[in-house]
C-alpha cells in the first residue's frame, strides 16, 4: 500500500475514533527566569534539555529556544538517548544546518517525522554548533525556566557541554552539566502509537480484494436463498 493511500486511511480512521491522544511538555510556563550563555563553538558548544516521552511515545516535535545573538549562530538540532551524564548511540534525530541572529526570544521548531521512544528511557534535545564547517563566531543566549534545583518539569533538566568542535565527545564523555540547575525554555509534542497501529493493520490490496470478493459471494448465497 502506498503511502498516500495510508495516509488518506488514516485521516478517515482518526475521523472515524476520535482525536488519536497528544501530549505537550512544556516547560515555558514559569515566567523567564534568565539564560544561559555563551552558546557558541568556542564557548558552550551545546545546550540542551533531558526529558521522558509519558503515556505517549512518538515524538512529533520539539522546539528549543535562543536569543540575544552576537553575529550569526550556525547549529544543529539532535535527539538522543541519555544516560544521566551523556548522550549515548547514534542520533536518533538530526536537523539541517540553522542560523540564528535576532536579539529577541525565538523558538526553533523541529519536526521529527513521528519518532517512536521508550517511556522508560530518558532523552536529550539539544543544539549544538560543533561540527558545523564554515560557521560563523557568533554566540547566543539560551532562555531558562527556574533554577538551582528549582524545575518546573519533573522528568528532565537543562544540560550543557563544553565540547568545542568535538562532536563525537557528546557520546563519549561525561557532559560538563548534567542537571540540578533548572530547565531550559522546551516544548516537546507527542501523540499516541494506536493510531500507528491501525494503520499499519490495514490489510494489502491484494488482501482487502480478496475480502470483498468473499463479502460479495456470501451476499450473493443469501440472496438466491431469499428467492428460492
Known sequence: MNASVRKLIAVALTCSA???SASLINTTTMPYSGSWA????TN???????FKSGADTVLDSFTLYLDHASRTVDFK?????????KAV???????DVQHFSGTQITGFT???????????LRYVAFLSTSGIAGGEDGSANMPNSGSFGSNPYADGDFVYFNNGDN??????NAWDMTG?????????????????????AIPEPATMGLTAAALGAVALVRRRRNAA
Not at 548511540?89 to 536537523?95: E, P
Not at 562532536?167 to 563519549?172: H, K, S
Not at 522546551?186 to 493510531?195: M, P, R, V
Open 77 to 85: 538540532a539532535y535527539v538522543y538517548a541519555w544516560n544521566g551524564s
Open 38 to 41: 555563551p552558546f557558541s563553538d
Open 180 to 200: 540540578g540547575q533548572g530547565d531550559v525554555w522546551f516544548q516537546a509534542s507527542f501523540s499516541g502509537a494506536a493510531l500507528a497501529a491501525r494503520v499499519a
Open 18 to 20: 476520535g482525536v488519536a
Open 44 to 50: 558552550t558548544a551545546t545546550y540542551g534539555q533531558t
Open 167 to 172: 562532536f563525537n565527545a557528546l557520546t563519549t
Open 89 to 95: 548511540g547514534q542520533a536518533l534525530y538530526s536537523s
Open 110 to 120: 523541529f519536526n521529527t517525522g513521528g519518532l517512536q521512544l521508550n517511556s522508560s
